[in-house]
């Protein structure tokens, strides 16, 4: 172990643990960070840019926060996610792109508007909402449309059944955004919005207020014991590969001696 090869391989084996054990300390920082929201803040309306911005993230204790946004809807962007529980029943949610009144780069959210029971009620609603959004954006001095409602992570895409390649089976603005129209230098957000008041005479979507959050976020807190444990196994595989190259030293000597000294 004192050889100046396997010195060299412990101070490789302390930097990669250096940087392991860096890794766990910001692990760490962020689990004891996420602190809770004040209780009852997730019911106070508050503009949606002092929640999230577009294309960021939304921080784990603001899930389930209303807000509230300003614009209109796009036409031709309704579309219908399957699979939706609403108090027990599945049935089908009806979303479309909601373009925010900003003076800036275009900027949009996607928004589940509604539940319905049935596919066909489920389109019924989204023929309305797209005569309506068509009726609305064809004259500029309309004014814009207010939405309130809680914003919510994105749930990721999801593979299609094989028999219906379109259906969209989970509330994904990243899918979303693959069948929008218009989206040429658009900024989108993450998470979506799901309506307080119902749209196209669907019903409301169940949005019950979040559970209050504990200080600590328990799944960043095992990435840090995790790159601790990382961190140990680096001194560890050095000890075992000294060792075995040691035993191998001794086999060969006790060999060597063993072919010296005759049957």
């Not at 309306?45 to 939304?58: F, N, S, T």
């Not at 780069?105 to 066909?120: E, F």
């Not at 119902?198 to 095992?222: C, K, M, Q, Y």
Request: aromatic fraction near 10%; charged fraction near 20%; charge should be negative.
């Amino acid at each position: 172990m004192i050889r100046p090869r396997w010195i060299a391989m412990l101070a490789l084996c302390l930097v990669v643990a250096g940087v392991f054990a860096w890794l766990g300390q910001w692990q760490l920082g962020r689990a004891i960070d996420t602190a809770p929201v004040d209780p009852g803040t997730t019911e106070q309306i508050k503009p949606i840019d002092e929640v999230v911005r577009p294309g960021q993230y939304l921080s784990a204790p603001l899930v389930g926060q209303k807000v509230e946004v300003s614009g209109r809807f796009v036409a031709d962007d309704f579309l219908i996610v399957t699979q939706r529980v609403n108090d027990g029943t599945e049935g089908y949610w009806v979303t479309g792109q909601f373009r925010l009144a900003t003076s800036g780069t275009p900027t949009s959210l996607a928004v589940a508007v509604g539940w319905a029971p049935d596919r066909k009620a489920a389109e019924r609603a989204v023929a309305e909402l797209e005569r309506s959004a068509a009726a609305s954006g064809a004259g500029t001095s309309a004014p814009a449309q207010v939405l309130t409602g809680r914003i919510i992570s994105d749930e990721g895409p999801a593979v299609p059944p094989r028999d219906r390649p379109m259906e969209l089976t989970t509330m994904s603005p990243a899918a979303l955004l693959g069948r929008w129209h218009d989206v040429e230098g658009l900024d989108v957000y993450r998470p979506y919005l799901t309506s307080a008041k119902p749209l196209g005479g669907l019903t409301a979507i169940s949005s019950p207020a979040p559970d209050e959050r504990s200080g600590v976020n328990w799944l960043n807190l095992f990435y840090a014991v995790e790159w601790a444990v990382f961190a140990g196994f680096a001194f560890y595989l050095w000890y075992r590969l000294a060792k075995d190259a040691w035993e191998k030293e001794v086999e060969e000597i006790q060999d060597a001696a063993a072919a010296a000294s005759g049957p």
